[in-house]
């Protein structure tokens, strides 16, 4: 069975400019959630889409959006993009409709705002 | 409100010795109980699970956890820590309920590094 999917794995991007990164889930899995990873802040989650809908946010500006399409796959956008907005972008993937909490993660999307 | 501590932030070890993360929660029922692995750059990669049961999970590349229901600890353990061992570890507590990753709660997170 394939893993996460993120595409693409690095971006370098400029300030002011908006970004979209995409990721794939494990087939059969109908969550995706999103996190931001950086050295100071540490892993924070975005937001989580279950079955096209947003079941769950985090705290950060509404810059940062997503959709999910009927396949399960994801995309996050983030518009126009601040400096510190330079982080690891990760997606996980879960079944989303069990009783039993596991997430699996891609490897990540790499984004650098210059 | 459930969270998890990771007290070392680095740890460096020798190769070929033991190894021992600790992992302290905080959570009101038997929580769902994680260790996760990061290399440089990449994302995290799930070591070992325990959702009930034996509470010595054995996981992969050799690593191991025990559930302390009295110490609230869920510490993993190596007997013996190779080179690619190093790397960045995340201990996480899931809430019960639908599976979601923005069900789980991750530490902060313990760098090992290894020393030749």
């Known amino acids: 069975k394939a893993g996460v999917t993120q595409t693409p794995r690095y971006l370098i991007k400029t300030r002011g400019q908006q970004v979209t990164l995409s990721c794939s889930p494990i087939?059969?899995?109908?969550?995706v959630s999103w996190y931001q990873q950086t050295p100071g802040q540490g892993l924070q989650f975005l937001f989580e889409?279950?079955?096209?809908?947003?079941?769950n946010k985090g705290n950060f500006p509404g810059r940062f959006s997503g959709r999910q399409f009927s396949n399960s796959r994801s995309e996050m956008n983030v518009s126009t993009l601040e400096l510190g907005d330079s982080a690891l972008y990760l997606c996980?993937?879960?079944?989303?409709?069990?009783?039993?909490?596991?997430?699996?993660f891609g490897q990540g999307t790499r984004l650098t705002v210059v | 409100a459930q969270s998890v501590t990771q007290p070392d932030i680095h740890i460096t070890v020798s190769e070929g010795a033991s190894l021992e993360l600790r992992c302290n929660y905080s959570?009101?029922?038997?929580?769902?109980l994680f260790w996760y692995v990061q290399s440089p750059g990449q994302g995290l990669q799930l070591l070992l699970k325990?959702?009930?049961?034996?509470?010595l999970v054995q996981g992969i590349k050799g690593f191991e956890a025990e559930f302390k229901r009295s110490q609230s600890s869920f510490n993993l353990r190596k007997p013996s820590v190779h080179w690619s061992d190093a790397a960045e570890y995340f201990c996480?507590?899931?809430?019960?309920?639908?599976?979601?990753?923005?069900?789980?709660?991750f530490g902060s997170g313990t760098r090992l590094s290894i020393r030749p």
């Open positions: 959570y009101g029922a038997t929580p769902y």
């Open positions: 996480a507590v899931g809430e019960k309920g639908y599976s979601s990753a923005s069900k789980i709660i």
């Open positions: 889409y279950f079955s096209e809908t947003q079941r």
């Open positions: 325990y959702f009930s049961g034996d509470t």
């Open positions: 996980a993937s879960s079944p989303g409709d069990r009783d039993v909490t596991e997430a699996f």
């Open positions: 087939s059969g899995h109908r969550s």
